[in-house]
């Protein structure tokens, strides 16, 4: 099986910074895409980056020019580093990778979320 955590949510003022972190383990073969997704109180959640194992980021609207995503393929880790942060962005954050198993099997796995406050 395998798993994915989360780590870095906390409280942070509007304008302020925050990086996100997601460790995959367990019986990995290879990660393809990687991305996180976010929902607030009350809504859907909703994708917020995604990075595949080779290409281009894609980041929606919402987000674009303030998150950056990125990836350490060698710790099968992804980041979500956050600036310019906003009221609006606090949410429960979830990564979410596409991965082959050592047994071969595709999975779509995700993590447990983290909470982002943004508040003053």
């Known amino acids: 099986q395998v798993q994915l955590v989360e780590s870095g949510g906390g409280l942070v003022q509007p304008g302020g910074s925050l990086r996100l972190s997601c460790a995959a383990s367990?019986?990995?073969?290879?990660?393809?895409?990687m991305g996180w997704y976010r929902q607030a109180p009350g809504k859907e959640r909703e994708w917020v980056a995604a990075i595949p194992r080779g290409g281009t980021t894609n980041y929606a609207d919402s987000v674009k020019g303030r998150f950056t995503i990125s990836r350490d393929n060698a710790k099968n880790t992804v980041y979500l580093q956050m600036n310019s942060l906003k009221p609006e962005d606090t949410a429960v954050y979830y990564c979410?990778?596409?991965?082959?198993?050592?047994?071969?099997?595709?999975?779509?796995?995700w993590g447990q979320g983290t909470l982002v406050t943004v508040s003053s």
């Open positions: 979410n990778a596409a991965v082959i198993a050592l047994n071969l099997k595709n999975l779509e796995v």
């Open positions: 367990g019986s990995i073969l290879r990660i393809n895409a």
